[in-house]
């Protein structure tokens, strides 16, 4: 399996649902071995193994979605903060303008 793929399935709810590539990669290993598994020792084997790493693997792709919203979430909020400096270095450049432009002996803010 590629790195790349995406791979889609269907929760306890029915509805479908894109799954990242590490867990999709983790899936596709585990899936192999639980087929070895099957082939050397029967079907009881994994039986009662099957669901809980299904939920483990349902766990985990839950935490990549929320890390990934926050890796978005950090990239929108670092815009906000490069925006705000900006602003405020701008704001502060004025100000200091304005400052020395009152200072100025015998000239006035505004000219005509």
Known sequence: MELDEVVLYHDDSGSSAVMSER???LASSIYREFERLIERHGEE???ELM???????ESLEAACGVSQERE???ELLKED???L????EREKAL?????EVSRSPGTSPVDD
Do not use: C, D, W
Request: charged share 20%; net charge neutral; aromatic share 4%.
């Open 23 to 25: 867990v999709s990669g």
């Open 45 to 47: 084997v994994v039986k």
């Open 51 to 57: 669901p809980l790493v299904v939920a483990v693997l």
């Open 72 to 74: 978005v979430e950090l």
């Open 81 to 83: 903060n490069e925006q």
């Open 85 to 88: 400096v900006t602003q405020y």
């Open 95 to 99: 100000r200091r303008h304005a400052e």
